[in-house]
């Protein structure tokens, strides 16, 4: 497995291919990330390593997060993710991770929050179907029955029904990356990544 970086989400806006064709896209600034914990298999009983992303305050750490990072000589970073790899040789304390890393037409994993929705009714949250509009119909977007009768008398666990919608960790797998801004550490990605503007992404090489 390798090892991913993490960046925040700019915004989305359209690329043109060869053939004129109108791509939907995602830009990324991803990086610089630091690796801040190598674990071995002698030492730990795996090997992983550890990256570090965006350096914040230092009133934000308590002491045991930051002598884990003085004791490396690195700046405080708020954000911190393992990823288990087969072997560490290639990799040492404080070396930056960064766009360089990746190539154009390489496919990613990205991983973020989703867009926070609040409580949300069926309809919206389950994409249900209304009930008849005409003819005296009270039922235009009511949940309908819930419960199976006298017995068992209760609701079944897992049914759908209203509640909050969004603001979960979710996954899009295989995004093609249709280009690379060195100078700036963007990425562009096809298609849409979860969340809004601003959001942090933890972007990951498809296998």
Wanted: charged content about 15%; glycine content about 14%; overall charge positive.
């Amino acid at each position: 497995m390798s090892i991913g970086i993490f960046g925040n989400k700019i915004g989305m806006t359209q690329v043109f291919d060869k053939n004129g064709l109108a791509l939907p896209v995602t830009v990324v600034r991803v990086g610089p990330c630091l690796i801040t914990q190598l674990k071995t298999e002698t030492i730990n009983g795996y090997n992983a390593v550890q990256i570090g992303y965006s350096q914040s305050r230092i009133t934000n750490f308590n002491k045991a997060e930051l002598g884990h990072l003085k004791k490396n000589g690195l700046p405080p970073l708020s954000h911190l993710h393992e990823y288990k790899v087969i072997d560490i040789e290639n990799y040492s304390l404080g070396q930056i991770i960064n766009v360089n890393s990746f190539e154009i037409g390489q496919f990613v994993n990205v991983t973020g929050k989703s867009v926070g929705k609040g409580f949300s009714g069926n309809h919206k949250r389950h994409k249900f179907k209304r009930g008849p509009m005409t003819h005296g119909s009270k039922n235009h977007r009511a949940p309908g029955s819930i419960g199976p009768g006298t017995t068992p008398g209760r609701v079944f666990p897992g049914k759908l029904m209203a509640g909050q919608l969004g603001a979960k960790k979710i996954t899009v797998s295989k995004l093609e990356i249709l280009g690379i801004d060195l100078k700036q550490n963007l990425l562009i990605l096809k298609g849409n990544v979860p969340g809004k503007t601003g959001n942090l992404l933890n972007i990951v090489r498809a296998n």
